[in-house]
């Protein structure tokens, strides 16, 4: 069974920085795709950043692209968001997801997180 757990959210000042982490159990990860999404008050989930276990390879939303960071540790299976220049629009619960290498889209979520960004 597939679990996802995040860790790391909170309450910054707007220009400040969060490391979110995910804890990621229950299957063998090295061919999937780790993702982050995030979902404001109102709004819809959208894409925040992805990352393959086996390359590295990785991907951005446009609105976070040179601000934020996902990395992974293998050896943890641990999958990492770094958050520079927060604004408070990056304001969001804040999910780990995971897509298998065989499926079309990410389906393991974790919990979520708070990210609260005060201006």
């Known amino acids: 069974q597939v679990q996802l757990v995040e860790s790391g959210g909170g309450l910054v000042q707007a220009g400040g920085s969060l490391r979110l982490s995910c804890a990621a159990s229950?299957?063998?990860?090295?061919?999937?795709?780790m993702g982050w999404f995030r979902q404001a008050p109102g709004k819809e989930r959208e894409f925040v950043a992805g990352?393959?276990?086996?390359?590295?390879?990785?991907d951005y939303a446009d609105s976070v692209k040179g601000r934020f960071t996902i990395s992974r540790d293998n050896a943890k299976n641990t999958v990492y968001l770094r958050m520079n220049s927060l604004k408070p629009e990056d304001t969001a619960v804040y999910y780990c997801a995971l897509k298998p290498k065989a499926f079309p889209s990410y389906n393991y979520w974790g919990q979520g997180t708070q990210v609260t960004v005060s201006s």
């Open positions: 229950g299957r063998t990860f090295s061919s999937d795709t």
């Open positions: 990352i393959t276990w086996s390359g590295g390879n990785t």
